[in-house]
């Protein structure tokens, strides 16, 4: 199985009620970010079976964007096994349940994802070598004996590349 981890895009400042941080919803750079890492996941040609979701607002509103992008055309279910609060072992078990699907994407937040691919890719030994940061997607190839990280990229970083495209890739060559 290929799981895509992704992380929740910018949501701005964290808000003290834990009631209204949970209906916080992207903000402008986070829709921005959405959309850079759907086109990226479309180039990469990244199809997938299921997308699960943290029930959170700012994790839906990635979802969906992201969702879109790639031509997901399911409906997007939401989990509490994404929910920030949310345990390993829930998530373990919850990837066990769906193991017959080809590819899954998840969209949550930190630290859950992190600490989740971490266990992941080093058999449960160590819950912090990854680092996801805000709108980030990673690639993770599930195996019945060992899970490999295949790649993780930030909306910074593709969004560079992106730049980089529109400008002219012949060198500089002064007529003298």
Not at 82 to 95: G, K
Not at 105 to 124: A, D, K, Q, R
Not at 138 to 167: D, H
Request: charged fraction near 25%; include cysteine; proline fraction near 4%.
């Amino acid at each position: 199985m290929i799981l895509y981890f992704l992380r929740h895009a910018s949501a701005g400042q964290r808000r003290l009620n834990q009631s209204s941080d949970d209906k916080r919803p992207l903000d402008k750079e986070g829709i921005e970010q959405c959309r850079y890492v759907g086109r990226f996941l479309n180039t990469m040609d990244a199809h997938v079976d299921l997308i699960l979701s943290s029930p959170l607002k700012r994790a839906t509103q990635t979802a969906a964007m992201v969702g879109n992008e790639i031509a997901y055309e399911l409906q997007i279910e939401t989990t509490p096994v994404l929910h920030p609060s949310s345990q390993y072992e829930r998530f373990r078990d919850l990837i066990y349940k769906i193991r017959e699907l080809e590819s899954v994407m998840v969209v949550g937040h930190n630290p859950n994802l992190s600490e989740f691919i971490s266990l992941m890719v080093t058999n449960g030994l160590n819950d912090d070598v990854i680092e996801m940061k805000k709108g980030s997607v990673a690639r993770v190839e599930v195996g019945a004996k060992r899970s490999v990280l295949n790649w993780i990229v930030t909306p910074r970083l593709i969004k560079s590349v992106y730049a980089s495209m529109q400008v002219s890739s012949q060198p500089n060559i002064s007529r003298k």
